[in-house]
């Protein structure tokens, strides 16, 4: 495949290394000749000193070949016109990298679909977004976020009979944003019916919003989630979307940092987490600030080295987990070593959102391994011209072991009924047996363009791109 990658700065010469060594054909874009020159001395790319919203560079490369357009600069206003240029001009995948302030106020505009963007990539947010994927519930439920994090999975355990328990889930009132995806009983799983009922000892998989999920946990008397005690270093965006989440759920969030205007910032947009002022690094510090008694310790600064000796700090003074922020994947060998519990690279992140988009079809996202048993669970985008368009859901002939379980539009999660429409450009997460997948994928697909339509092929979360489907 053929890329384009306009700025060769960290994130954009990590993504250049990455293709390149998976055989794909890389030009990278940046004003800089230094920047282009060491490029070119360490990989195998065509490398151009320009401005990266240049028309005429764009013409010359030219665009209108390429797969994908990646438009990775430091600066989030050129990354949409360049892309939305680069879209207009016949590249066939384009996305742009945002930062915070704007991707954050995608809830009051879609840039993505004003500028006809393919994807929107938020490193703050993907990085939060993993962070939140390492904690575990103590009594281990499971809790995984997809759609960018517009969508929630908990699974839990009924463990007792309710008014809710041996109904058929046709007739339950769930919230309008919730759906029951899957049932495991006697050691097997199965897609969630609307004819199925749930009984004691049942252990079942919510998707939809995070605080619609919780409504629907009482119908079946399961307990709310624990609240527990969050100790971040750092007040910068990661932290930032990290606090706004937490303290969503009730848990006590207090962060460490020294930049007094990071802090004010913080509390001003999440004034129930609390923000004290001092250097991170300092074992004084940590112990005044709760390090000992703390759940979770995570180290969230922009500086790796602090990061990473903050967790050990903290592990020392008693944190039951420590979790870090490295950017440096290099480290990674190290930091096991160290005692700490995970790390979270924001390069991976993205390296991770643009594989999904080298896949020219409709399907970005495939995690086999979550629920078991033979059912995936996948994240979709609608593309034009594709049958599931054509008619409602119950006339367009989903495969039968599948379930939509919920549909992203405009940022906001709907749970699709019988006569909901999929249109162009929504994003839907479904259930789905992995034998009827590529059927599956074939009703998102465009059927004007062939390359869409490869059955085979799909993104797998822990491996890249898989051109033949999964071995049993």
């Known amino acids: 495949m053929k890329a384009l990658i306009l700025g060769g700065g960290t994130v954009g010469s990590t993504v250049a290394e990455s293709l390149c060594k998976a055989g794909h054909k890389v030009t990278v874009v940046d004003r800089s000749s230094d920047v282009i020159n060491q490029l070119r001395g360490s990989l195998d790319i065509r490398g151009i000193v320009d401005n990266a919203s240049s028309v005429e560079m764009l013409i010359g490369v030219p665009v ?4 994908v357009c990646l438009a990775l600069t430091s600066d989030s206003e050129v990354n949409l016109v360049a892309s939305s240029i680069a879209k207009g001009m016949g590249a066939k995948r384009v996305a742009a990298r945002v930062y915070a302030d704007l991707y954050r106020s995608q809830k009051a505009f879609n ?53 809710s328990t041996g109904i058929p ?11 029951i995806g899957s049932i495991k009983r006697d050691g097997a799983v199965s897609i969630a019916t609307a004819a199925d009922t749930i009984n004691p000892g049942d252990r079942v998989s919510l998707l939809g919003e995070a605080h619609a999920i919780e409504g629907v946990k009482k119908l079946f008397d399961v307990a709310p989630m624990k609240k527990r005690t969050f100790l971040i270093a750092g007040a910068g965006e990661v932290a930032l979307y990290l606090a706004e ?11 460490i940092e020294r930049n007094m205007d990071h802090g004010h910032r913080l509390s001003a947009k999440v004034p129930t987490a609390t923000v004290l002022y001092g250097d991170a690094r300092r074992r004084s510090v940590l112990a005044e600030s709760g390090a000992a008694g703390c759940d979770y310790f995570i180290g969230a600064t922009n500086d790796d080295e602090t990061n990473i000796m903050c967790c050990i700090e903290a592990r020392s003074l008693g944190a039951k987990s420590v979790i870090a922020v490295v950017h440096n994947t290099d480290y990674g060998g190290l930091v096991e070593k160290l005692g700490i519990d995970a790390t979270v690279s924001p390069h991976e992140m993205v390296r991770r959102q643009v594989e999904g988009l080298l896949h020219p079809g409709p399907l970005t996202f495939v995690n086999p391994y979550l629920l078991g048993y033979g ?19 119950k006339n367009c002939g989903l495969p039968r072991h599948s379930l939509l379980a919920s549909v992203v539009r405009d940022l906001t999660p709907q749970l699709p ?56």
């Open 64 to 67: 209108g070949e390429q797969d």
């Open 111 to 163: 840039y993505r679909r004003h500028f006809h963007i393919d994807a929107l990539l938020g490193i703050e947010h993907l990085t939060a977004m993993e962070i939140l994927r390492q904690i575990r519930d103590p009594d281990s439920m499971i809790v995984e976020h997809f759609a960018q994090g517009n969508t929630e999975m908990q699974e839990i355990t009924i463990s007792q009979e309710t008014k």
């Open 169 to 179: 889930l046709e007739q339950l009132k769930l919230p309008g944003t919730v759906r």
């Open 245 to 255: 989440v937490l303290v969503r759920r009730k848990n006590t969030v207090n962060l």
């Open 375 to 393: 059912i995936e669970i996948v994240e979709l985008t609608v593309q034009e011209n594709s049958p599931v368009t054509e008619a409602a859901l």
């Open 417 to 472: 009924d019988a006569d909901f429409r999929l249109r162009p450009g929504d994003t839907a997460v479904a259930l789905v047996h992995k034998d009827d997948k590529a059927d599956l994928v074939e009703l998102f697909s465009d059927r004007k363009d062939p390359l869409s339509r490869q059955k085979g092929a799909s993104f797998n979360w822990f491996g890249g791109l898989n051109e033949k489907p999964d071995a049993d």
